[in-house]
């Protein structure tokens, strides 16, 4: 692990956790933002959305794509929600 690694744990729900199929997991990233690590993960496992209708929340709280990640952050990506 290189100093710019840092340890990162990620939940995904609804239809992202279908096509990863896992509800979280700890990646190792050198991402700086939040966009990059997702932009990552999206290249890696063939998400079909993008960060335009997605939110992001980093330790229990909603943030812009852009923010800083730091080691042992928590990321959520929330995708839409379907109402009925």
Same mark, same amino acid.
């Given at each position: 692990?290189?100093? /710019?690694?840092? /340890? ?5 729900? @609804?239809?992202?956790?279908?096509? %990863? ?13 939040? %966009?990059?690590?997702?932009?990552? *993960?999206?290249?890696?496992? %063939?998400?079909? *959305?993008?960060?335009? %209708? ?27 929600? @379907?109402?009925?």
């Amino acid at each position: 692990m290189s100093e /710019q690694d840092k /340890q990162i744990n990620i939940q995904y729900f @609804a239809v992202l956790k279908e096509e %990863r199929g896992l509800s979280s997991e700890t990646v190792q990233t050198s991402s700086k933002t939040v %966009r990059e690590l997702f932009n990552e *993960l999206s290249k890696k496992h %063939r998400f079909s *959305l993008n960060t335009e %209708r997605l939110n992001v929340a980093v330790n229990d709280e909603f943030q812009p794509w852009e923010t800083t990640l730091k080691q042992g952050d928590t990321v959520v990506f929330i995708p839409p929600v @379907a109402g009925g």
